[in-house]
């Protein structure tokens, strides 16, 4: 292992490290390249080299690691740092290791012949390590008690650092139940320094993190929150005609700069993402329902510029260290103030302007206010209670809010909501509030029109809402679970639930054009067959917990199709119809699992994404082509092959649109026919009506039989019927002939309307 360069004009570490300010300065410039202590750090650094503990309060991108990372340099021995997230260690350590400075980190994600070699170090009596990364599970296996007691009595443990340490504190907004283990190292090492870092931590999680590790009289050290060159702004998304494209034009106003777009939900950064992609935007998605492979790409790719917007969940965010982030965008209001300043702060670390935009909606209020009324349920609270903290969640939401639906300083409504005291003159026009104050009162007056908006009040709207909540699945719920974010491990098959949970609660797209209408009449047809008590029947038999339903087809077939776009920008020289693909892979799993069950079926999805993920042209192609040749040769469902002739870049023959619908058979509208040229690129001429759809390949399969269709009731009729029509489900259910696999779907209208006049087949 490499030995960590020598300090100019002295040793590589001394005892206690007591350094002069003037030599711990040369070692920052030696080591880091930077000429002075930035904020707090200098008193950090010396707090603990006297042997003090400490608890370090400094803004997002404020140099908190350098805090540990000097006395890492300066003290004999190891300095360990507990750090929350491994994507985090491994940034941390790559970056170290550029500048010689020894570091590690251990982990699942670790070779076992690099961490038998970290082991050996920390053995060795004489360990070249510096810095050692690790992650609070493993601090509270006994194994790694016994390893750091021994380096401990050989006097080799200089420091225990607890990077994001507001994680230990039940009211910080980042709880992490594992966090709660490392409590016990005051105890065990009770001469050792241990320093405390945050950049979020508002007086009651302060004093929470101070007692949870039982710091002794340990130095406060409290930098001021602002960012000051951090420009705050909001946008009404309800009071835009397309939010899409108007996140499109801010990144293009601003000249392509790197960018971060934090969603709710991962359905969401999917969706973004095409959309940013198909309006010039270059855009990934990261969220944890990426498999790992996907992810490092993703981040390499912006890292390195060739990716200007990542479009993430709440997974995306930590420790990640790029300094030029010029514009953070909400796609969907925070949970709080606390999450939203801390993923607002990846923006400008280096000190340059930059902007916030925080895109409001008031749907989104109501969603994200339903979760966390129902999310105290779900936590672990070792202690407090669930009133008092499902109090302190919808207070803390309610301060996000307020930012929002407020027309006064937004940066003096963050700084104050940390308890810190703000200067009337603080801001000089560096938020939208102050800077266009009438432009914002007006677009809060137009939103106060905006039927059904409750404004500045929590809505008990979803109180006794029959949502379940588990049909909601946001990334920060999944943080919440400590064994999904421990390790970053999270799996790629996605239960029915997921797929069902990001689509029946979505609501009926406004403004989001004709495709987006027909998914949600889609998932409101759906939905109405549930809620009527039909079950949709596998070979004629009840649906039952293994069953495939057509609606988790249905998501499937986007998600492959989401996946194939993806393949497709990232090689560049595909040629096929997305929709036509992604069905003849759907069927190809679904063909393969559907009598085992759902589970075989959903990681043969996932495993078909993945493979589109890491796969290359000639491989997607060859598998495509295959496909179709099985199918044509079987004389099946569909017989249109997916490739799209490179010749004449349009479709041999026309891609099957959707495969959701049984209507009447009649030939496509000519505004179908464009509709759907213009998604796939093809001539209206040059489309001819689907053939045979997935029902009808069940029909042939002898599944179903023929069947009666009721009237389908527009999507604001069963809105507004659903309530009455749950009353009287059950009654209703037992008249309903059982063994109907699929209703006949809405009737579209060319406006994406219901109606009943123009038929089309999808
Ligand atoms: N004294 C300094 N002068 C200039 N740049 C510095 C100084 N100290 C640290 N930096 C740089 O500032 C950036 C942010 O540092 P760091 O990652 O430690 O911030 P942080 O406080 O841990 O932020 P976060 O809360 O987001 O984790 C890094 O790129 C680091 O190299
Ligand atoms: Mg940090």
Redesign the pocket.
Known sequence: MKKVLPLKGGSAGSKHGMKSPKELESV?KQY?G?S???GR?LEAIEAVLSGRDCFCL?????????CYQIPALVKTGVVLVISPLIALMENQVSSLKSKGIPAEFLSSTQTTANKNKIHEDLDSGNPSLKLLYVTPELVATSGFKAKLTKLHNRGLLGLVAI??AHCISTWGHDFRPSYRKISSLRKQFPDIPILA?T?TAVPKVQKDVISSLSLQNPVILKASFNRPNIFYEVRYKDLLDDVYSDISNLLKSSGNVCSIIYCLERAACDDLTMHLSQLGISSAAYHAGLNSKVRTTVLDDWLSSRTQVVVATVAFG??I?R?DVRIVCHFNLPKSMESFY?ES??AG??QQPSRSVLYYGLEDRRRMEFILRNSSSRKQQPSSSSTELSEKTLADFSQIVDYCESSSCRRKKIIESFGEKVQPTLCQRTCDACKHPNQVSSHLEDLRRVPNCRFNKISPVFQTSSVDPKHFNTEFWNREDDVSISDEDISDSDDEEEALSNITISKLPSKGGFEARLEALERAENAYNQAKGQTKPQGGNLVDKKSISQTLRDASRKRLSGALGQAKLRLGDLRFAEEASATHLETECFKKYQKVGKTFYNSQIAATVRWLSSSTSDQIHGRLEALTNQTTEAGAATSSPCIISDALGKAEKPAEATVSYELAKTEPSDEFAKTMASTENMEPSKMSPPEKSVGEEARRDGAIGTMDLPKIPSFREFMSQKGRDRATSSSRAESQPRGIPRKAGPVISKEGTTGTSKKMKL
């Open positions: 920052l880091f930077y002075e202590f930035r750090q400094m803004p997002t991108g404020g140099g908190k690691s350098m990077d994001e870092l950049a930590m420790g260290d300094q801390q702060g990846r670390r280096d």
